[in-house]
């Protein structure tokens, strides 16, 4: 009550109203994929406190790292040298496809990273014009906003000179499914809504609050075909779909073989440590080398301490292998509810990134945010966290720390159809 009393006097409206549950909930306790309120009842956090959470709640090896790290020094500006980021920039790289010099910024969140990432790409194309997605989500700041299609998340005074295209969404997209009506509205937006040259694309490889919408095949090469024909770069987000999340390989957009000019990452790349970074390819992460953008914490010890140790966690823990397997199988159980359930029009995703869709008819696939809200509340009665999301708050979405086990996809399905069967009894 005093945590809540707090909080509804002293926050504004823009952070204190951004609460999902209809009754407060104040976790005290977090360990690899559970929670624990503060009465201590158990959860399953299949929110990865919105998909920061990448190896686990508190993982000891990341914990133990950022604590080592934080006892010696906990800050170093990064106009001096410090070993940490330096090894864990050299880290990063050699995670990116091979072939290419690669060059790393870190800040502290996504949505600075994509403000360097729109800065490089003007600067080194010498174009302003940017393209995005409409159903796109890429971060709070003035400039992140301006790339960000979902109208909630855009205020007043955003900077200009953004074209969005369609969103390629195989269940509800404006073309139907396929790829190449998507291809070929970027090609009209380039000749109709820009200056026919533009600085580049941004795109995340599987939507994440656009309700996991992943990009078709051929979807993102072909992307990155178009707009470098027309002087741009093609700029992966992936904010949400990074670290092994989906499954099949480190990065997202690896899975349509496609070699981004720009990587922008952030929240699974700390565990819960405020850390994000820029990955460019040489030449353009070089190109700012005359201007200084300086990210007072960029490069900060203490959050790259932890971030090398979530490298270390995907590696010897094989998180990614194991976000295929559990998330394969959570797939497939997902399926099976919607035989069973009226209300799911949709299951789809990859790996441990996925979601089902809510819809009042199959046939007209008119979303339905009543029975999503209402399942979403039943599940956190169940104890267990799941994610609103999409353009018309029709989706669930799952993205849970990359540990989940097939023990706890038992629990997830089981709740989630008593959900179903209760909300629509
Ligand atoms: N890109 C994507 C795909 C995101 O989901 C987010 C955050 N939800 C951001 C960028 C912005 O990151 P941050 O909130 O750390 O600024």
């Given at each position: ?25 104040v ?14 009842k ?9 998909v ?16 080592a790290q934080?006892?010696?020094?906990t800050?170093?500006?990064?106009m ?56 796109a ?31 390629p ?28 040259r ?28 178009r ?23 480190m ?44 990210h ?61 869709e ?21 599940c ?13 708050r ?19 399905a089981?709740?989630?159809?008593r ?7």
């Open positions: 009550e005093e945590t809540a009393r707090r909080r509804n006097t002293y926050y504004a409206a823009s952070q204190r109203k951004f609460v999902p549950f209809k009754d407060p909930l976790f005290r306790k977090g360990s690899m994929q559970y929670l624990w309120d503060a009465e201590g158990k959860y399953t956090d299949l929110l990865g406190m919105n920061c959470i990448s190896v686990g709640h508190s993982h000891p090896t990341v914990v133990n790292a950022a604590m934080a006892q010696e020094l800050h170093c500006t990064t001096f040298y410090h070993p940490v980021p330096a090894h864990f920039a050299e880290e990063l790289a050699a995670t990116m496809p091979q072939g290419e010099e690669w060059v790393v910024h870190f800040t502290n969140s996504g949505s600075e990273a994509i403000d360097l990432a729109m800065v490089m790409a003007r600067t080194y194309t010498g174009n302003l014009d940017l393209l995005a997605l409409r159903t989500y890429h971060g709070p700041t003035s400039a992140a906003q301006s790339l960000t299609g979902i109208a909630g998340f855009r205020h007043p005074g955003m900077p200009g000179n953004v074209a969005f295209v369609a969103e969404n195989q269940y509800r997209g404006i073309f139907g499914p396929g790829t190449e009506p998507y291809l070929d509205e970027i090609e009209r937006t380039i000749a109709s809504a820009t200056t026919g533009v600085a580049g694309i941004f795109v995340e490889s599987v939507q994440g609050y656009g309700g996991i919408v992943e990009m078709p095949r051929g979807y993102m090469s072909g992307a990155a075909e707009v470098r024909a027309a002087g741009g770069l093609y700029i992966a987000d992936e904010v949400q779909s990074g670290f092994g999340r989906t499954g099949d390989n990065w997202g957009f690896e899975a349509d073989g496609v070699v981004p000019d720009i990587v922008v990452m952030a929240k699974g790349i700390g565990n819960g440590f405020p850390l994000g970074a820029v990955v460019a390819k040489k030449a353009i992460g070089d190109v700012m080398a005359e201007k200084f953008m300086f007072t914490y960029g490069a900060n010890p203490t959050s790259c301490a932890a971030g090398r140790a979530v490298l270390q966690v995907i590696r010897e823990e094989k998180t990614q292998e194991n976000a295929r397997q559990v998330g394969g199988a959570l797939l497939a159980r997902l399926k099976d509810l919607q035989q069973k359930h009226a209300s799911i029009g949709d299951v789809r995703g990859r790996g441990l990134m996925l979601a089902i809510m819809v009042k008819d199959r046939r007209t696939r008119e979303p339905d945010a009543g029975v999503t809200a209402a399942v979403f509340e039943n956190r009665a169940q104890g267990l966290i799941l994610s609103k999301s999409g353009p018309h029709s989706v669930l979405r799952m993205v849970p720390p990359m540990c989940l086990s097939m023990a706890d996809v038992e629990v997830v089981e709740g989630i159809d959900a179903f069967t209760e909300v629509t009894a």
